[in-house]
């Protein structure tokens, strides 16, 4: 991914059509369409803006805060939960279970279930209505667009 830009609401990464992406250990795959990924600072959460054919419109991951190790390293920890809004504006939070699963399996502290929960609630009741999710992405997706590796 490359550098977009930085604003109020964070860094901003994005990637042309049939970009090869990794995650961790995952096997990697190619996105068929550009997308933008917003690493906000001090925010229990990340957010992809995507293009058409993707399923999504935007999809946000629970994380703990990013951290901005050098200007190629960003970490974070996934923390199961997902909040999603589809091209209709339907949105869903994924992953519960797994939530559930893992506050057991991995023994997480009470602050991090508490700030995890709460970064899905205020997504779920944003995601459709405030920016960063109603326009401020769409620049950043312009400009993925238009990068050549």
């Known amino acids: 991914m490359g550098w977009l830009g ?5 860094v901003w990464l994005g990637a042309p059509a049939d ?3 990794q995650r961790g250990d995952e096997p990697a795959v ?6 933008v990924v917003l690493f906000p600072r001090d925010k229990w959460f990340t957010a992809s803006f995507n293009a058409q054919p993707a399923k999504t419109e935007i999809y946000c991951d629970i994380t703990s805060p ?3 190790v050098s200007d190629e ?3 974070m920890v996934d ?7 589809r091209w209709d504006g339907e949105v869903e939070i ?4 797994e939530f559930a699963e893992h506050q057991v399996k991995y023994n997480y502290p009470p602050e991090v279930i508490a700030q995890a929960q709460a970064s899905c609630d205020w997504l779920a009741a944003n995601v459709a209505t405030a920016e960063p999710f109603l326009s401020a992405y769409k620049p950043y997706l312009d400009m993925a667009r238009l990068i050549e590796w």
Do not use: K, S
């Open 6 to 10: 930085e604003d109020e609401h964070g």
């Open 30 to 35: 190619i996105l068929a369409q550009p997308h």
């Open 79 to 85: 923390l199961d939960l997902d909040v999603l809004r």
């Open 94 to 97: 994924d992953d519960e279970d």
């Open 73 to 75: 390293l960003i970490t």
């Open 19 to 21: 970009n090869v992406c």
């Open 66 to 68: 990013v951290e901005f």
